[in-house]
Structures are given as structure tokens and as C-alpha cells.
Nanobody, 124 residues
Framework: QVQLVESGGGLVQAGGSLRLSCAASGRTFSSYAMGWFRQAPGKEREIVAAISSSGGSTYYADSVKGRFTISRDNAKNTVYLQMNSLKPEDTAVYYC?????????????????WGQGTQVTVSS
């Protein structure tokens, strides 16, 4: 069982930056691939970025490539999402998720554990 708690969301102006953190419980965090997802009002949840269990492989949605960076610190049981050059269309609730595998996972349905989400609002 893995429990995930996101933090770092907030209100920021367009062009600004935020760093989201997701702290995981348990002693086997390094066995889990992790992902960041987001869901805007009236829209389906979509993947933003994902990272393998070791951190050696990553995936980014086209909409955030070059602006967002996913990373993890297995010693701290934490995964991060650094978000730069934020746009109003990045406004959403952001969720982190975990799945027990070593490879990058990009599909929502494959993730087993989810955090409660953190709101990110980008004003124009």
C-alpha cells in the first residue's frame, strides 16, 4: 500500500513557476514508477509527465515539453514536478500516482495509487 500526498500548488501569474512535490509512504518507493496527471474542469484527466522507478527514464506530454521537469529522490520518497513558463491552460488539479513497476507508465488506467490532488491556477 502506498499513500501519496501532493503539495506546492497555488496561484501564479502566466510565465511564472511552481514546484509540486509528492511525498510517498512506505519503504519500497524505489520500486514504483510515478506519474503526474492533471484534470481541468469539464475535461478528462490527462498525463503530464512520468518517470521510471530509478529515475532514469522520463516521459512528457507534448503540451509541457521544454517547460516541465519531473524528477524523484528515492532517498526522500518524493517525486517532483518543476513547472516553468506556466500558461493559463495549465490551470488544473494536479495529481501524482504510483504503479508497482520499473518502467515509465503513461496510461491513467495502469496506475494503482493516487494522491488527493493540488490546485494549480495560472492567471493571465
Amino acid at each position: 500500500q502506498v499513500q501519496l500526498v501532493e503539495s506546492g500548488g497555488g496561484l501564479v501569474q502566466a510565465g511564472g513557476s511552481l514546484r509540486l512535490s509528492c511525498a510517498a509512504s512506505g519503504r519500497t518507493f524505489s520500486s514504483y514508477a510515478m506519474g503526474w496527471f492533471r484534470q481541468a474542469p469539464g475535461k478528462e484527466r490527462e498525463i503530464v509527465a512520468a518517470i521510471s522507478s530509478s529515475g532514469g527514464s522520463t516521459y512528457y506530454a507534448d503540451s509541457v515539453k521544454g517547460r516541465f521537469t519531473i524528477s524523484r529522490d528515492n532517498a526522500k520518497n518524493t517525486v517532483y514536478l518543476q513547472m516553468n513558463s506556466l500558461k493559463p491552460e495549465d490551470t488544473a488539479v494536479y495529481y501524482c500516482a504510483a504503479v508497482l513497476t520499473i518502467v515509465v507508465v503513461t496510461t491513467t488506467q495502469e496506475y494503482d495509487y493516487w494522491g488527493q490532488g493540488t490546485q494549480v491556477t495560472v492567471s493571465s
